[in-house]
């Protein structure tokens, strides 16, 4: 398998623009999770879903976050409008049964 | 709420010293805990789960040792190699938590050839 796939690897941005966020999870695995991760702030799990439904989403910092699952392989992050305070770096990862967890390489958001 | 601990922050050895790095949480009631290891802008890769139910884990030059009811877990690193300079974070599993990982701050650790 090739691991947690996750696109862009790096994404650039002007302020108030939409980001959209891909993720495609190991297959066979039923738990996805979106994490953020910041210098200050360390490792911020935002949303996780449990076959293809969000189980928590309390981690989203605000409504201009948003996170769908359509189908067990394919999951979105979107952030509309983005702000220069959303620059981090975004994990998606996946497990089976929420045992161990396996992480993508990330997308590295800049927003100027 | 669960609170995850790593210390020490950041740790420099010379080649071929044993590597101890500790990881403590406040909450006994965990599924499993995980390690990782994070290269400078990489993702993060699996190195150990230790299932609730276990004592230790291992793996070639890797042990991780869980001591649940003092909320501790260990990771030992035997005959360290400038390649394990990364950033080391463990990260604990709540019983109740359909999966959800809640993450120490890591240890920031240097091998000096």
Not at chain 1, 50 to 70: L, Q, W
Request: charged share 20%; hydrophobic share 35%; with cysteine.
């Amino acid at each position: 398998d090739a691991g947690v796939i996750q696109s862009p690897r790096h994404e650039v941005t002007e302020m108030g623009q939409e980001v959209t966020l891909r993720c495609k999870p190991i297959s066979g695995h039923n738990s996805l999770f979106w994490y953020r991760q910041t210098m200050m702030r360390g490792l911020e799990l935002l949303i996780y879903f449990n076959n293809n439904v969000p189980i928590d989403d309390s981690g989203m910092p605000e409504d201009r976050f948003s996170a769908k699952m359509p189908n067990a392989s394919f999951s979105t992050l979107k952030i509309q409008p983005s702000e220069p305070r959303d620059s981090a770096v975004y994990f998606c990862a996946s497990s089976f049964q929420g045992d161990e967890a396996f992480f993508g390489q990330g997308t590295r958001l800049t927003v100027v | 709420k669960q609170e995850v601990t790593q210390i020490p922050a950041a740790l420099s050895v010379p080649e071929g010293e044993n590597l101890v790095l500790n990881c403590s949480f406040t909450d006994s009631a965990i599924y499993n805990l995980q390690w990782f290891r994070q290269d400078p802008g990489k993702g993060l890769t699996s190195l150990l789960l230790i299932q609730s139910s276990q004592r230790e884990q291992t793996s070639g030059r890797l042990n991780a040792s869980l001591d649940k009811s003092s909320g501790r877990s260990t990771l030992y690193i035997a005959a360290s190699q400038p390649g394990d300079s990364a950033t080391y974070l463990c990260a604990v599993k709540l019983a109740d938590s359909w999966g959800k990982l809640q993450f120490g701050a890591g240890t920031q650790v240097v091998v000096t050839p």
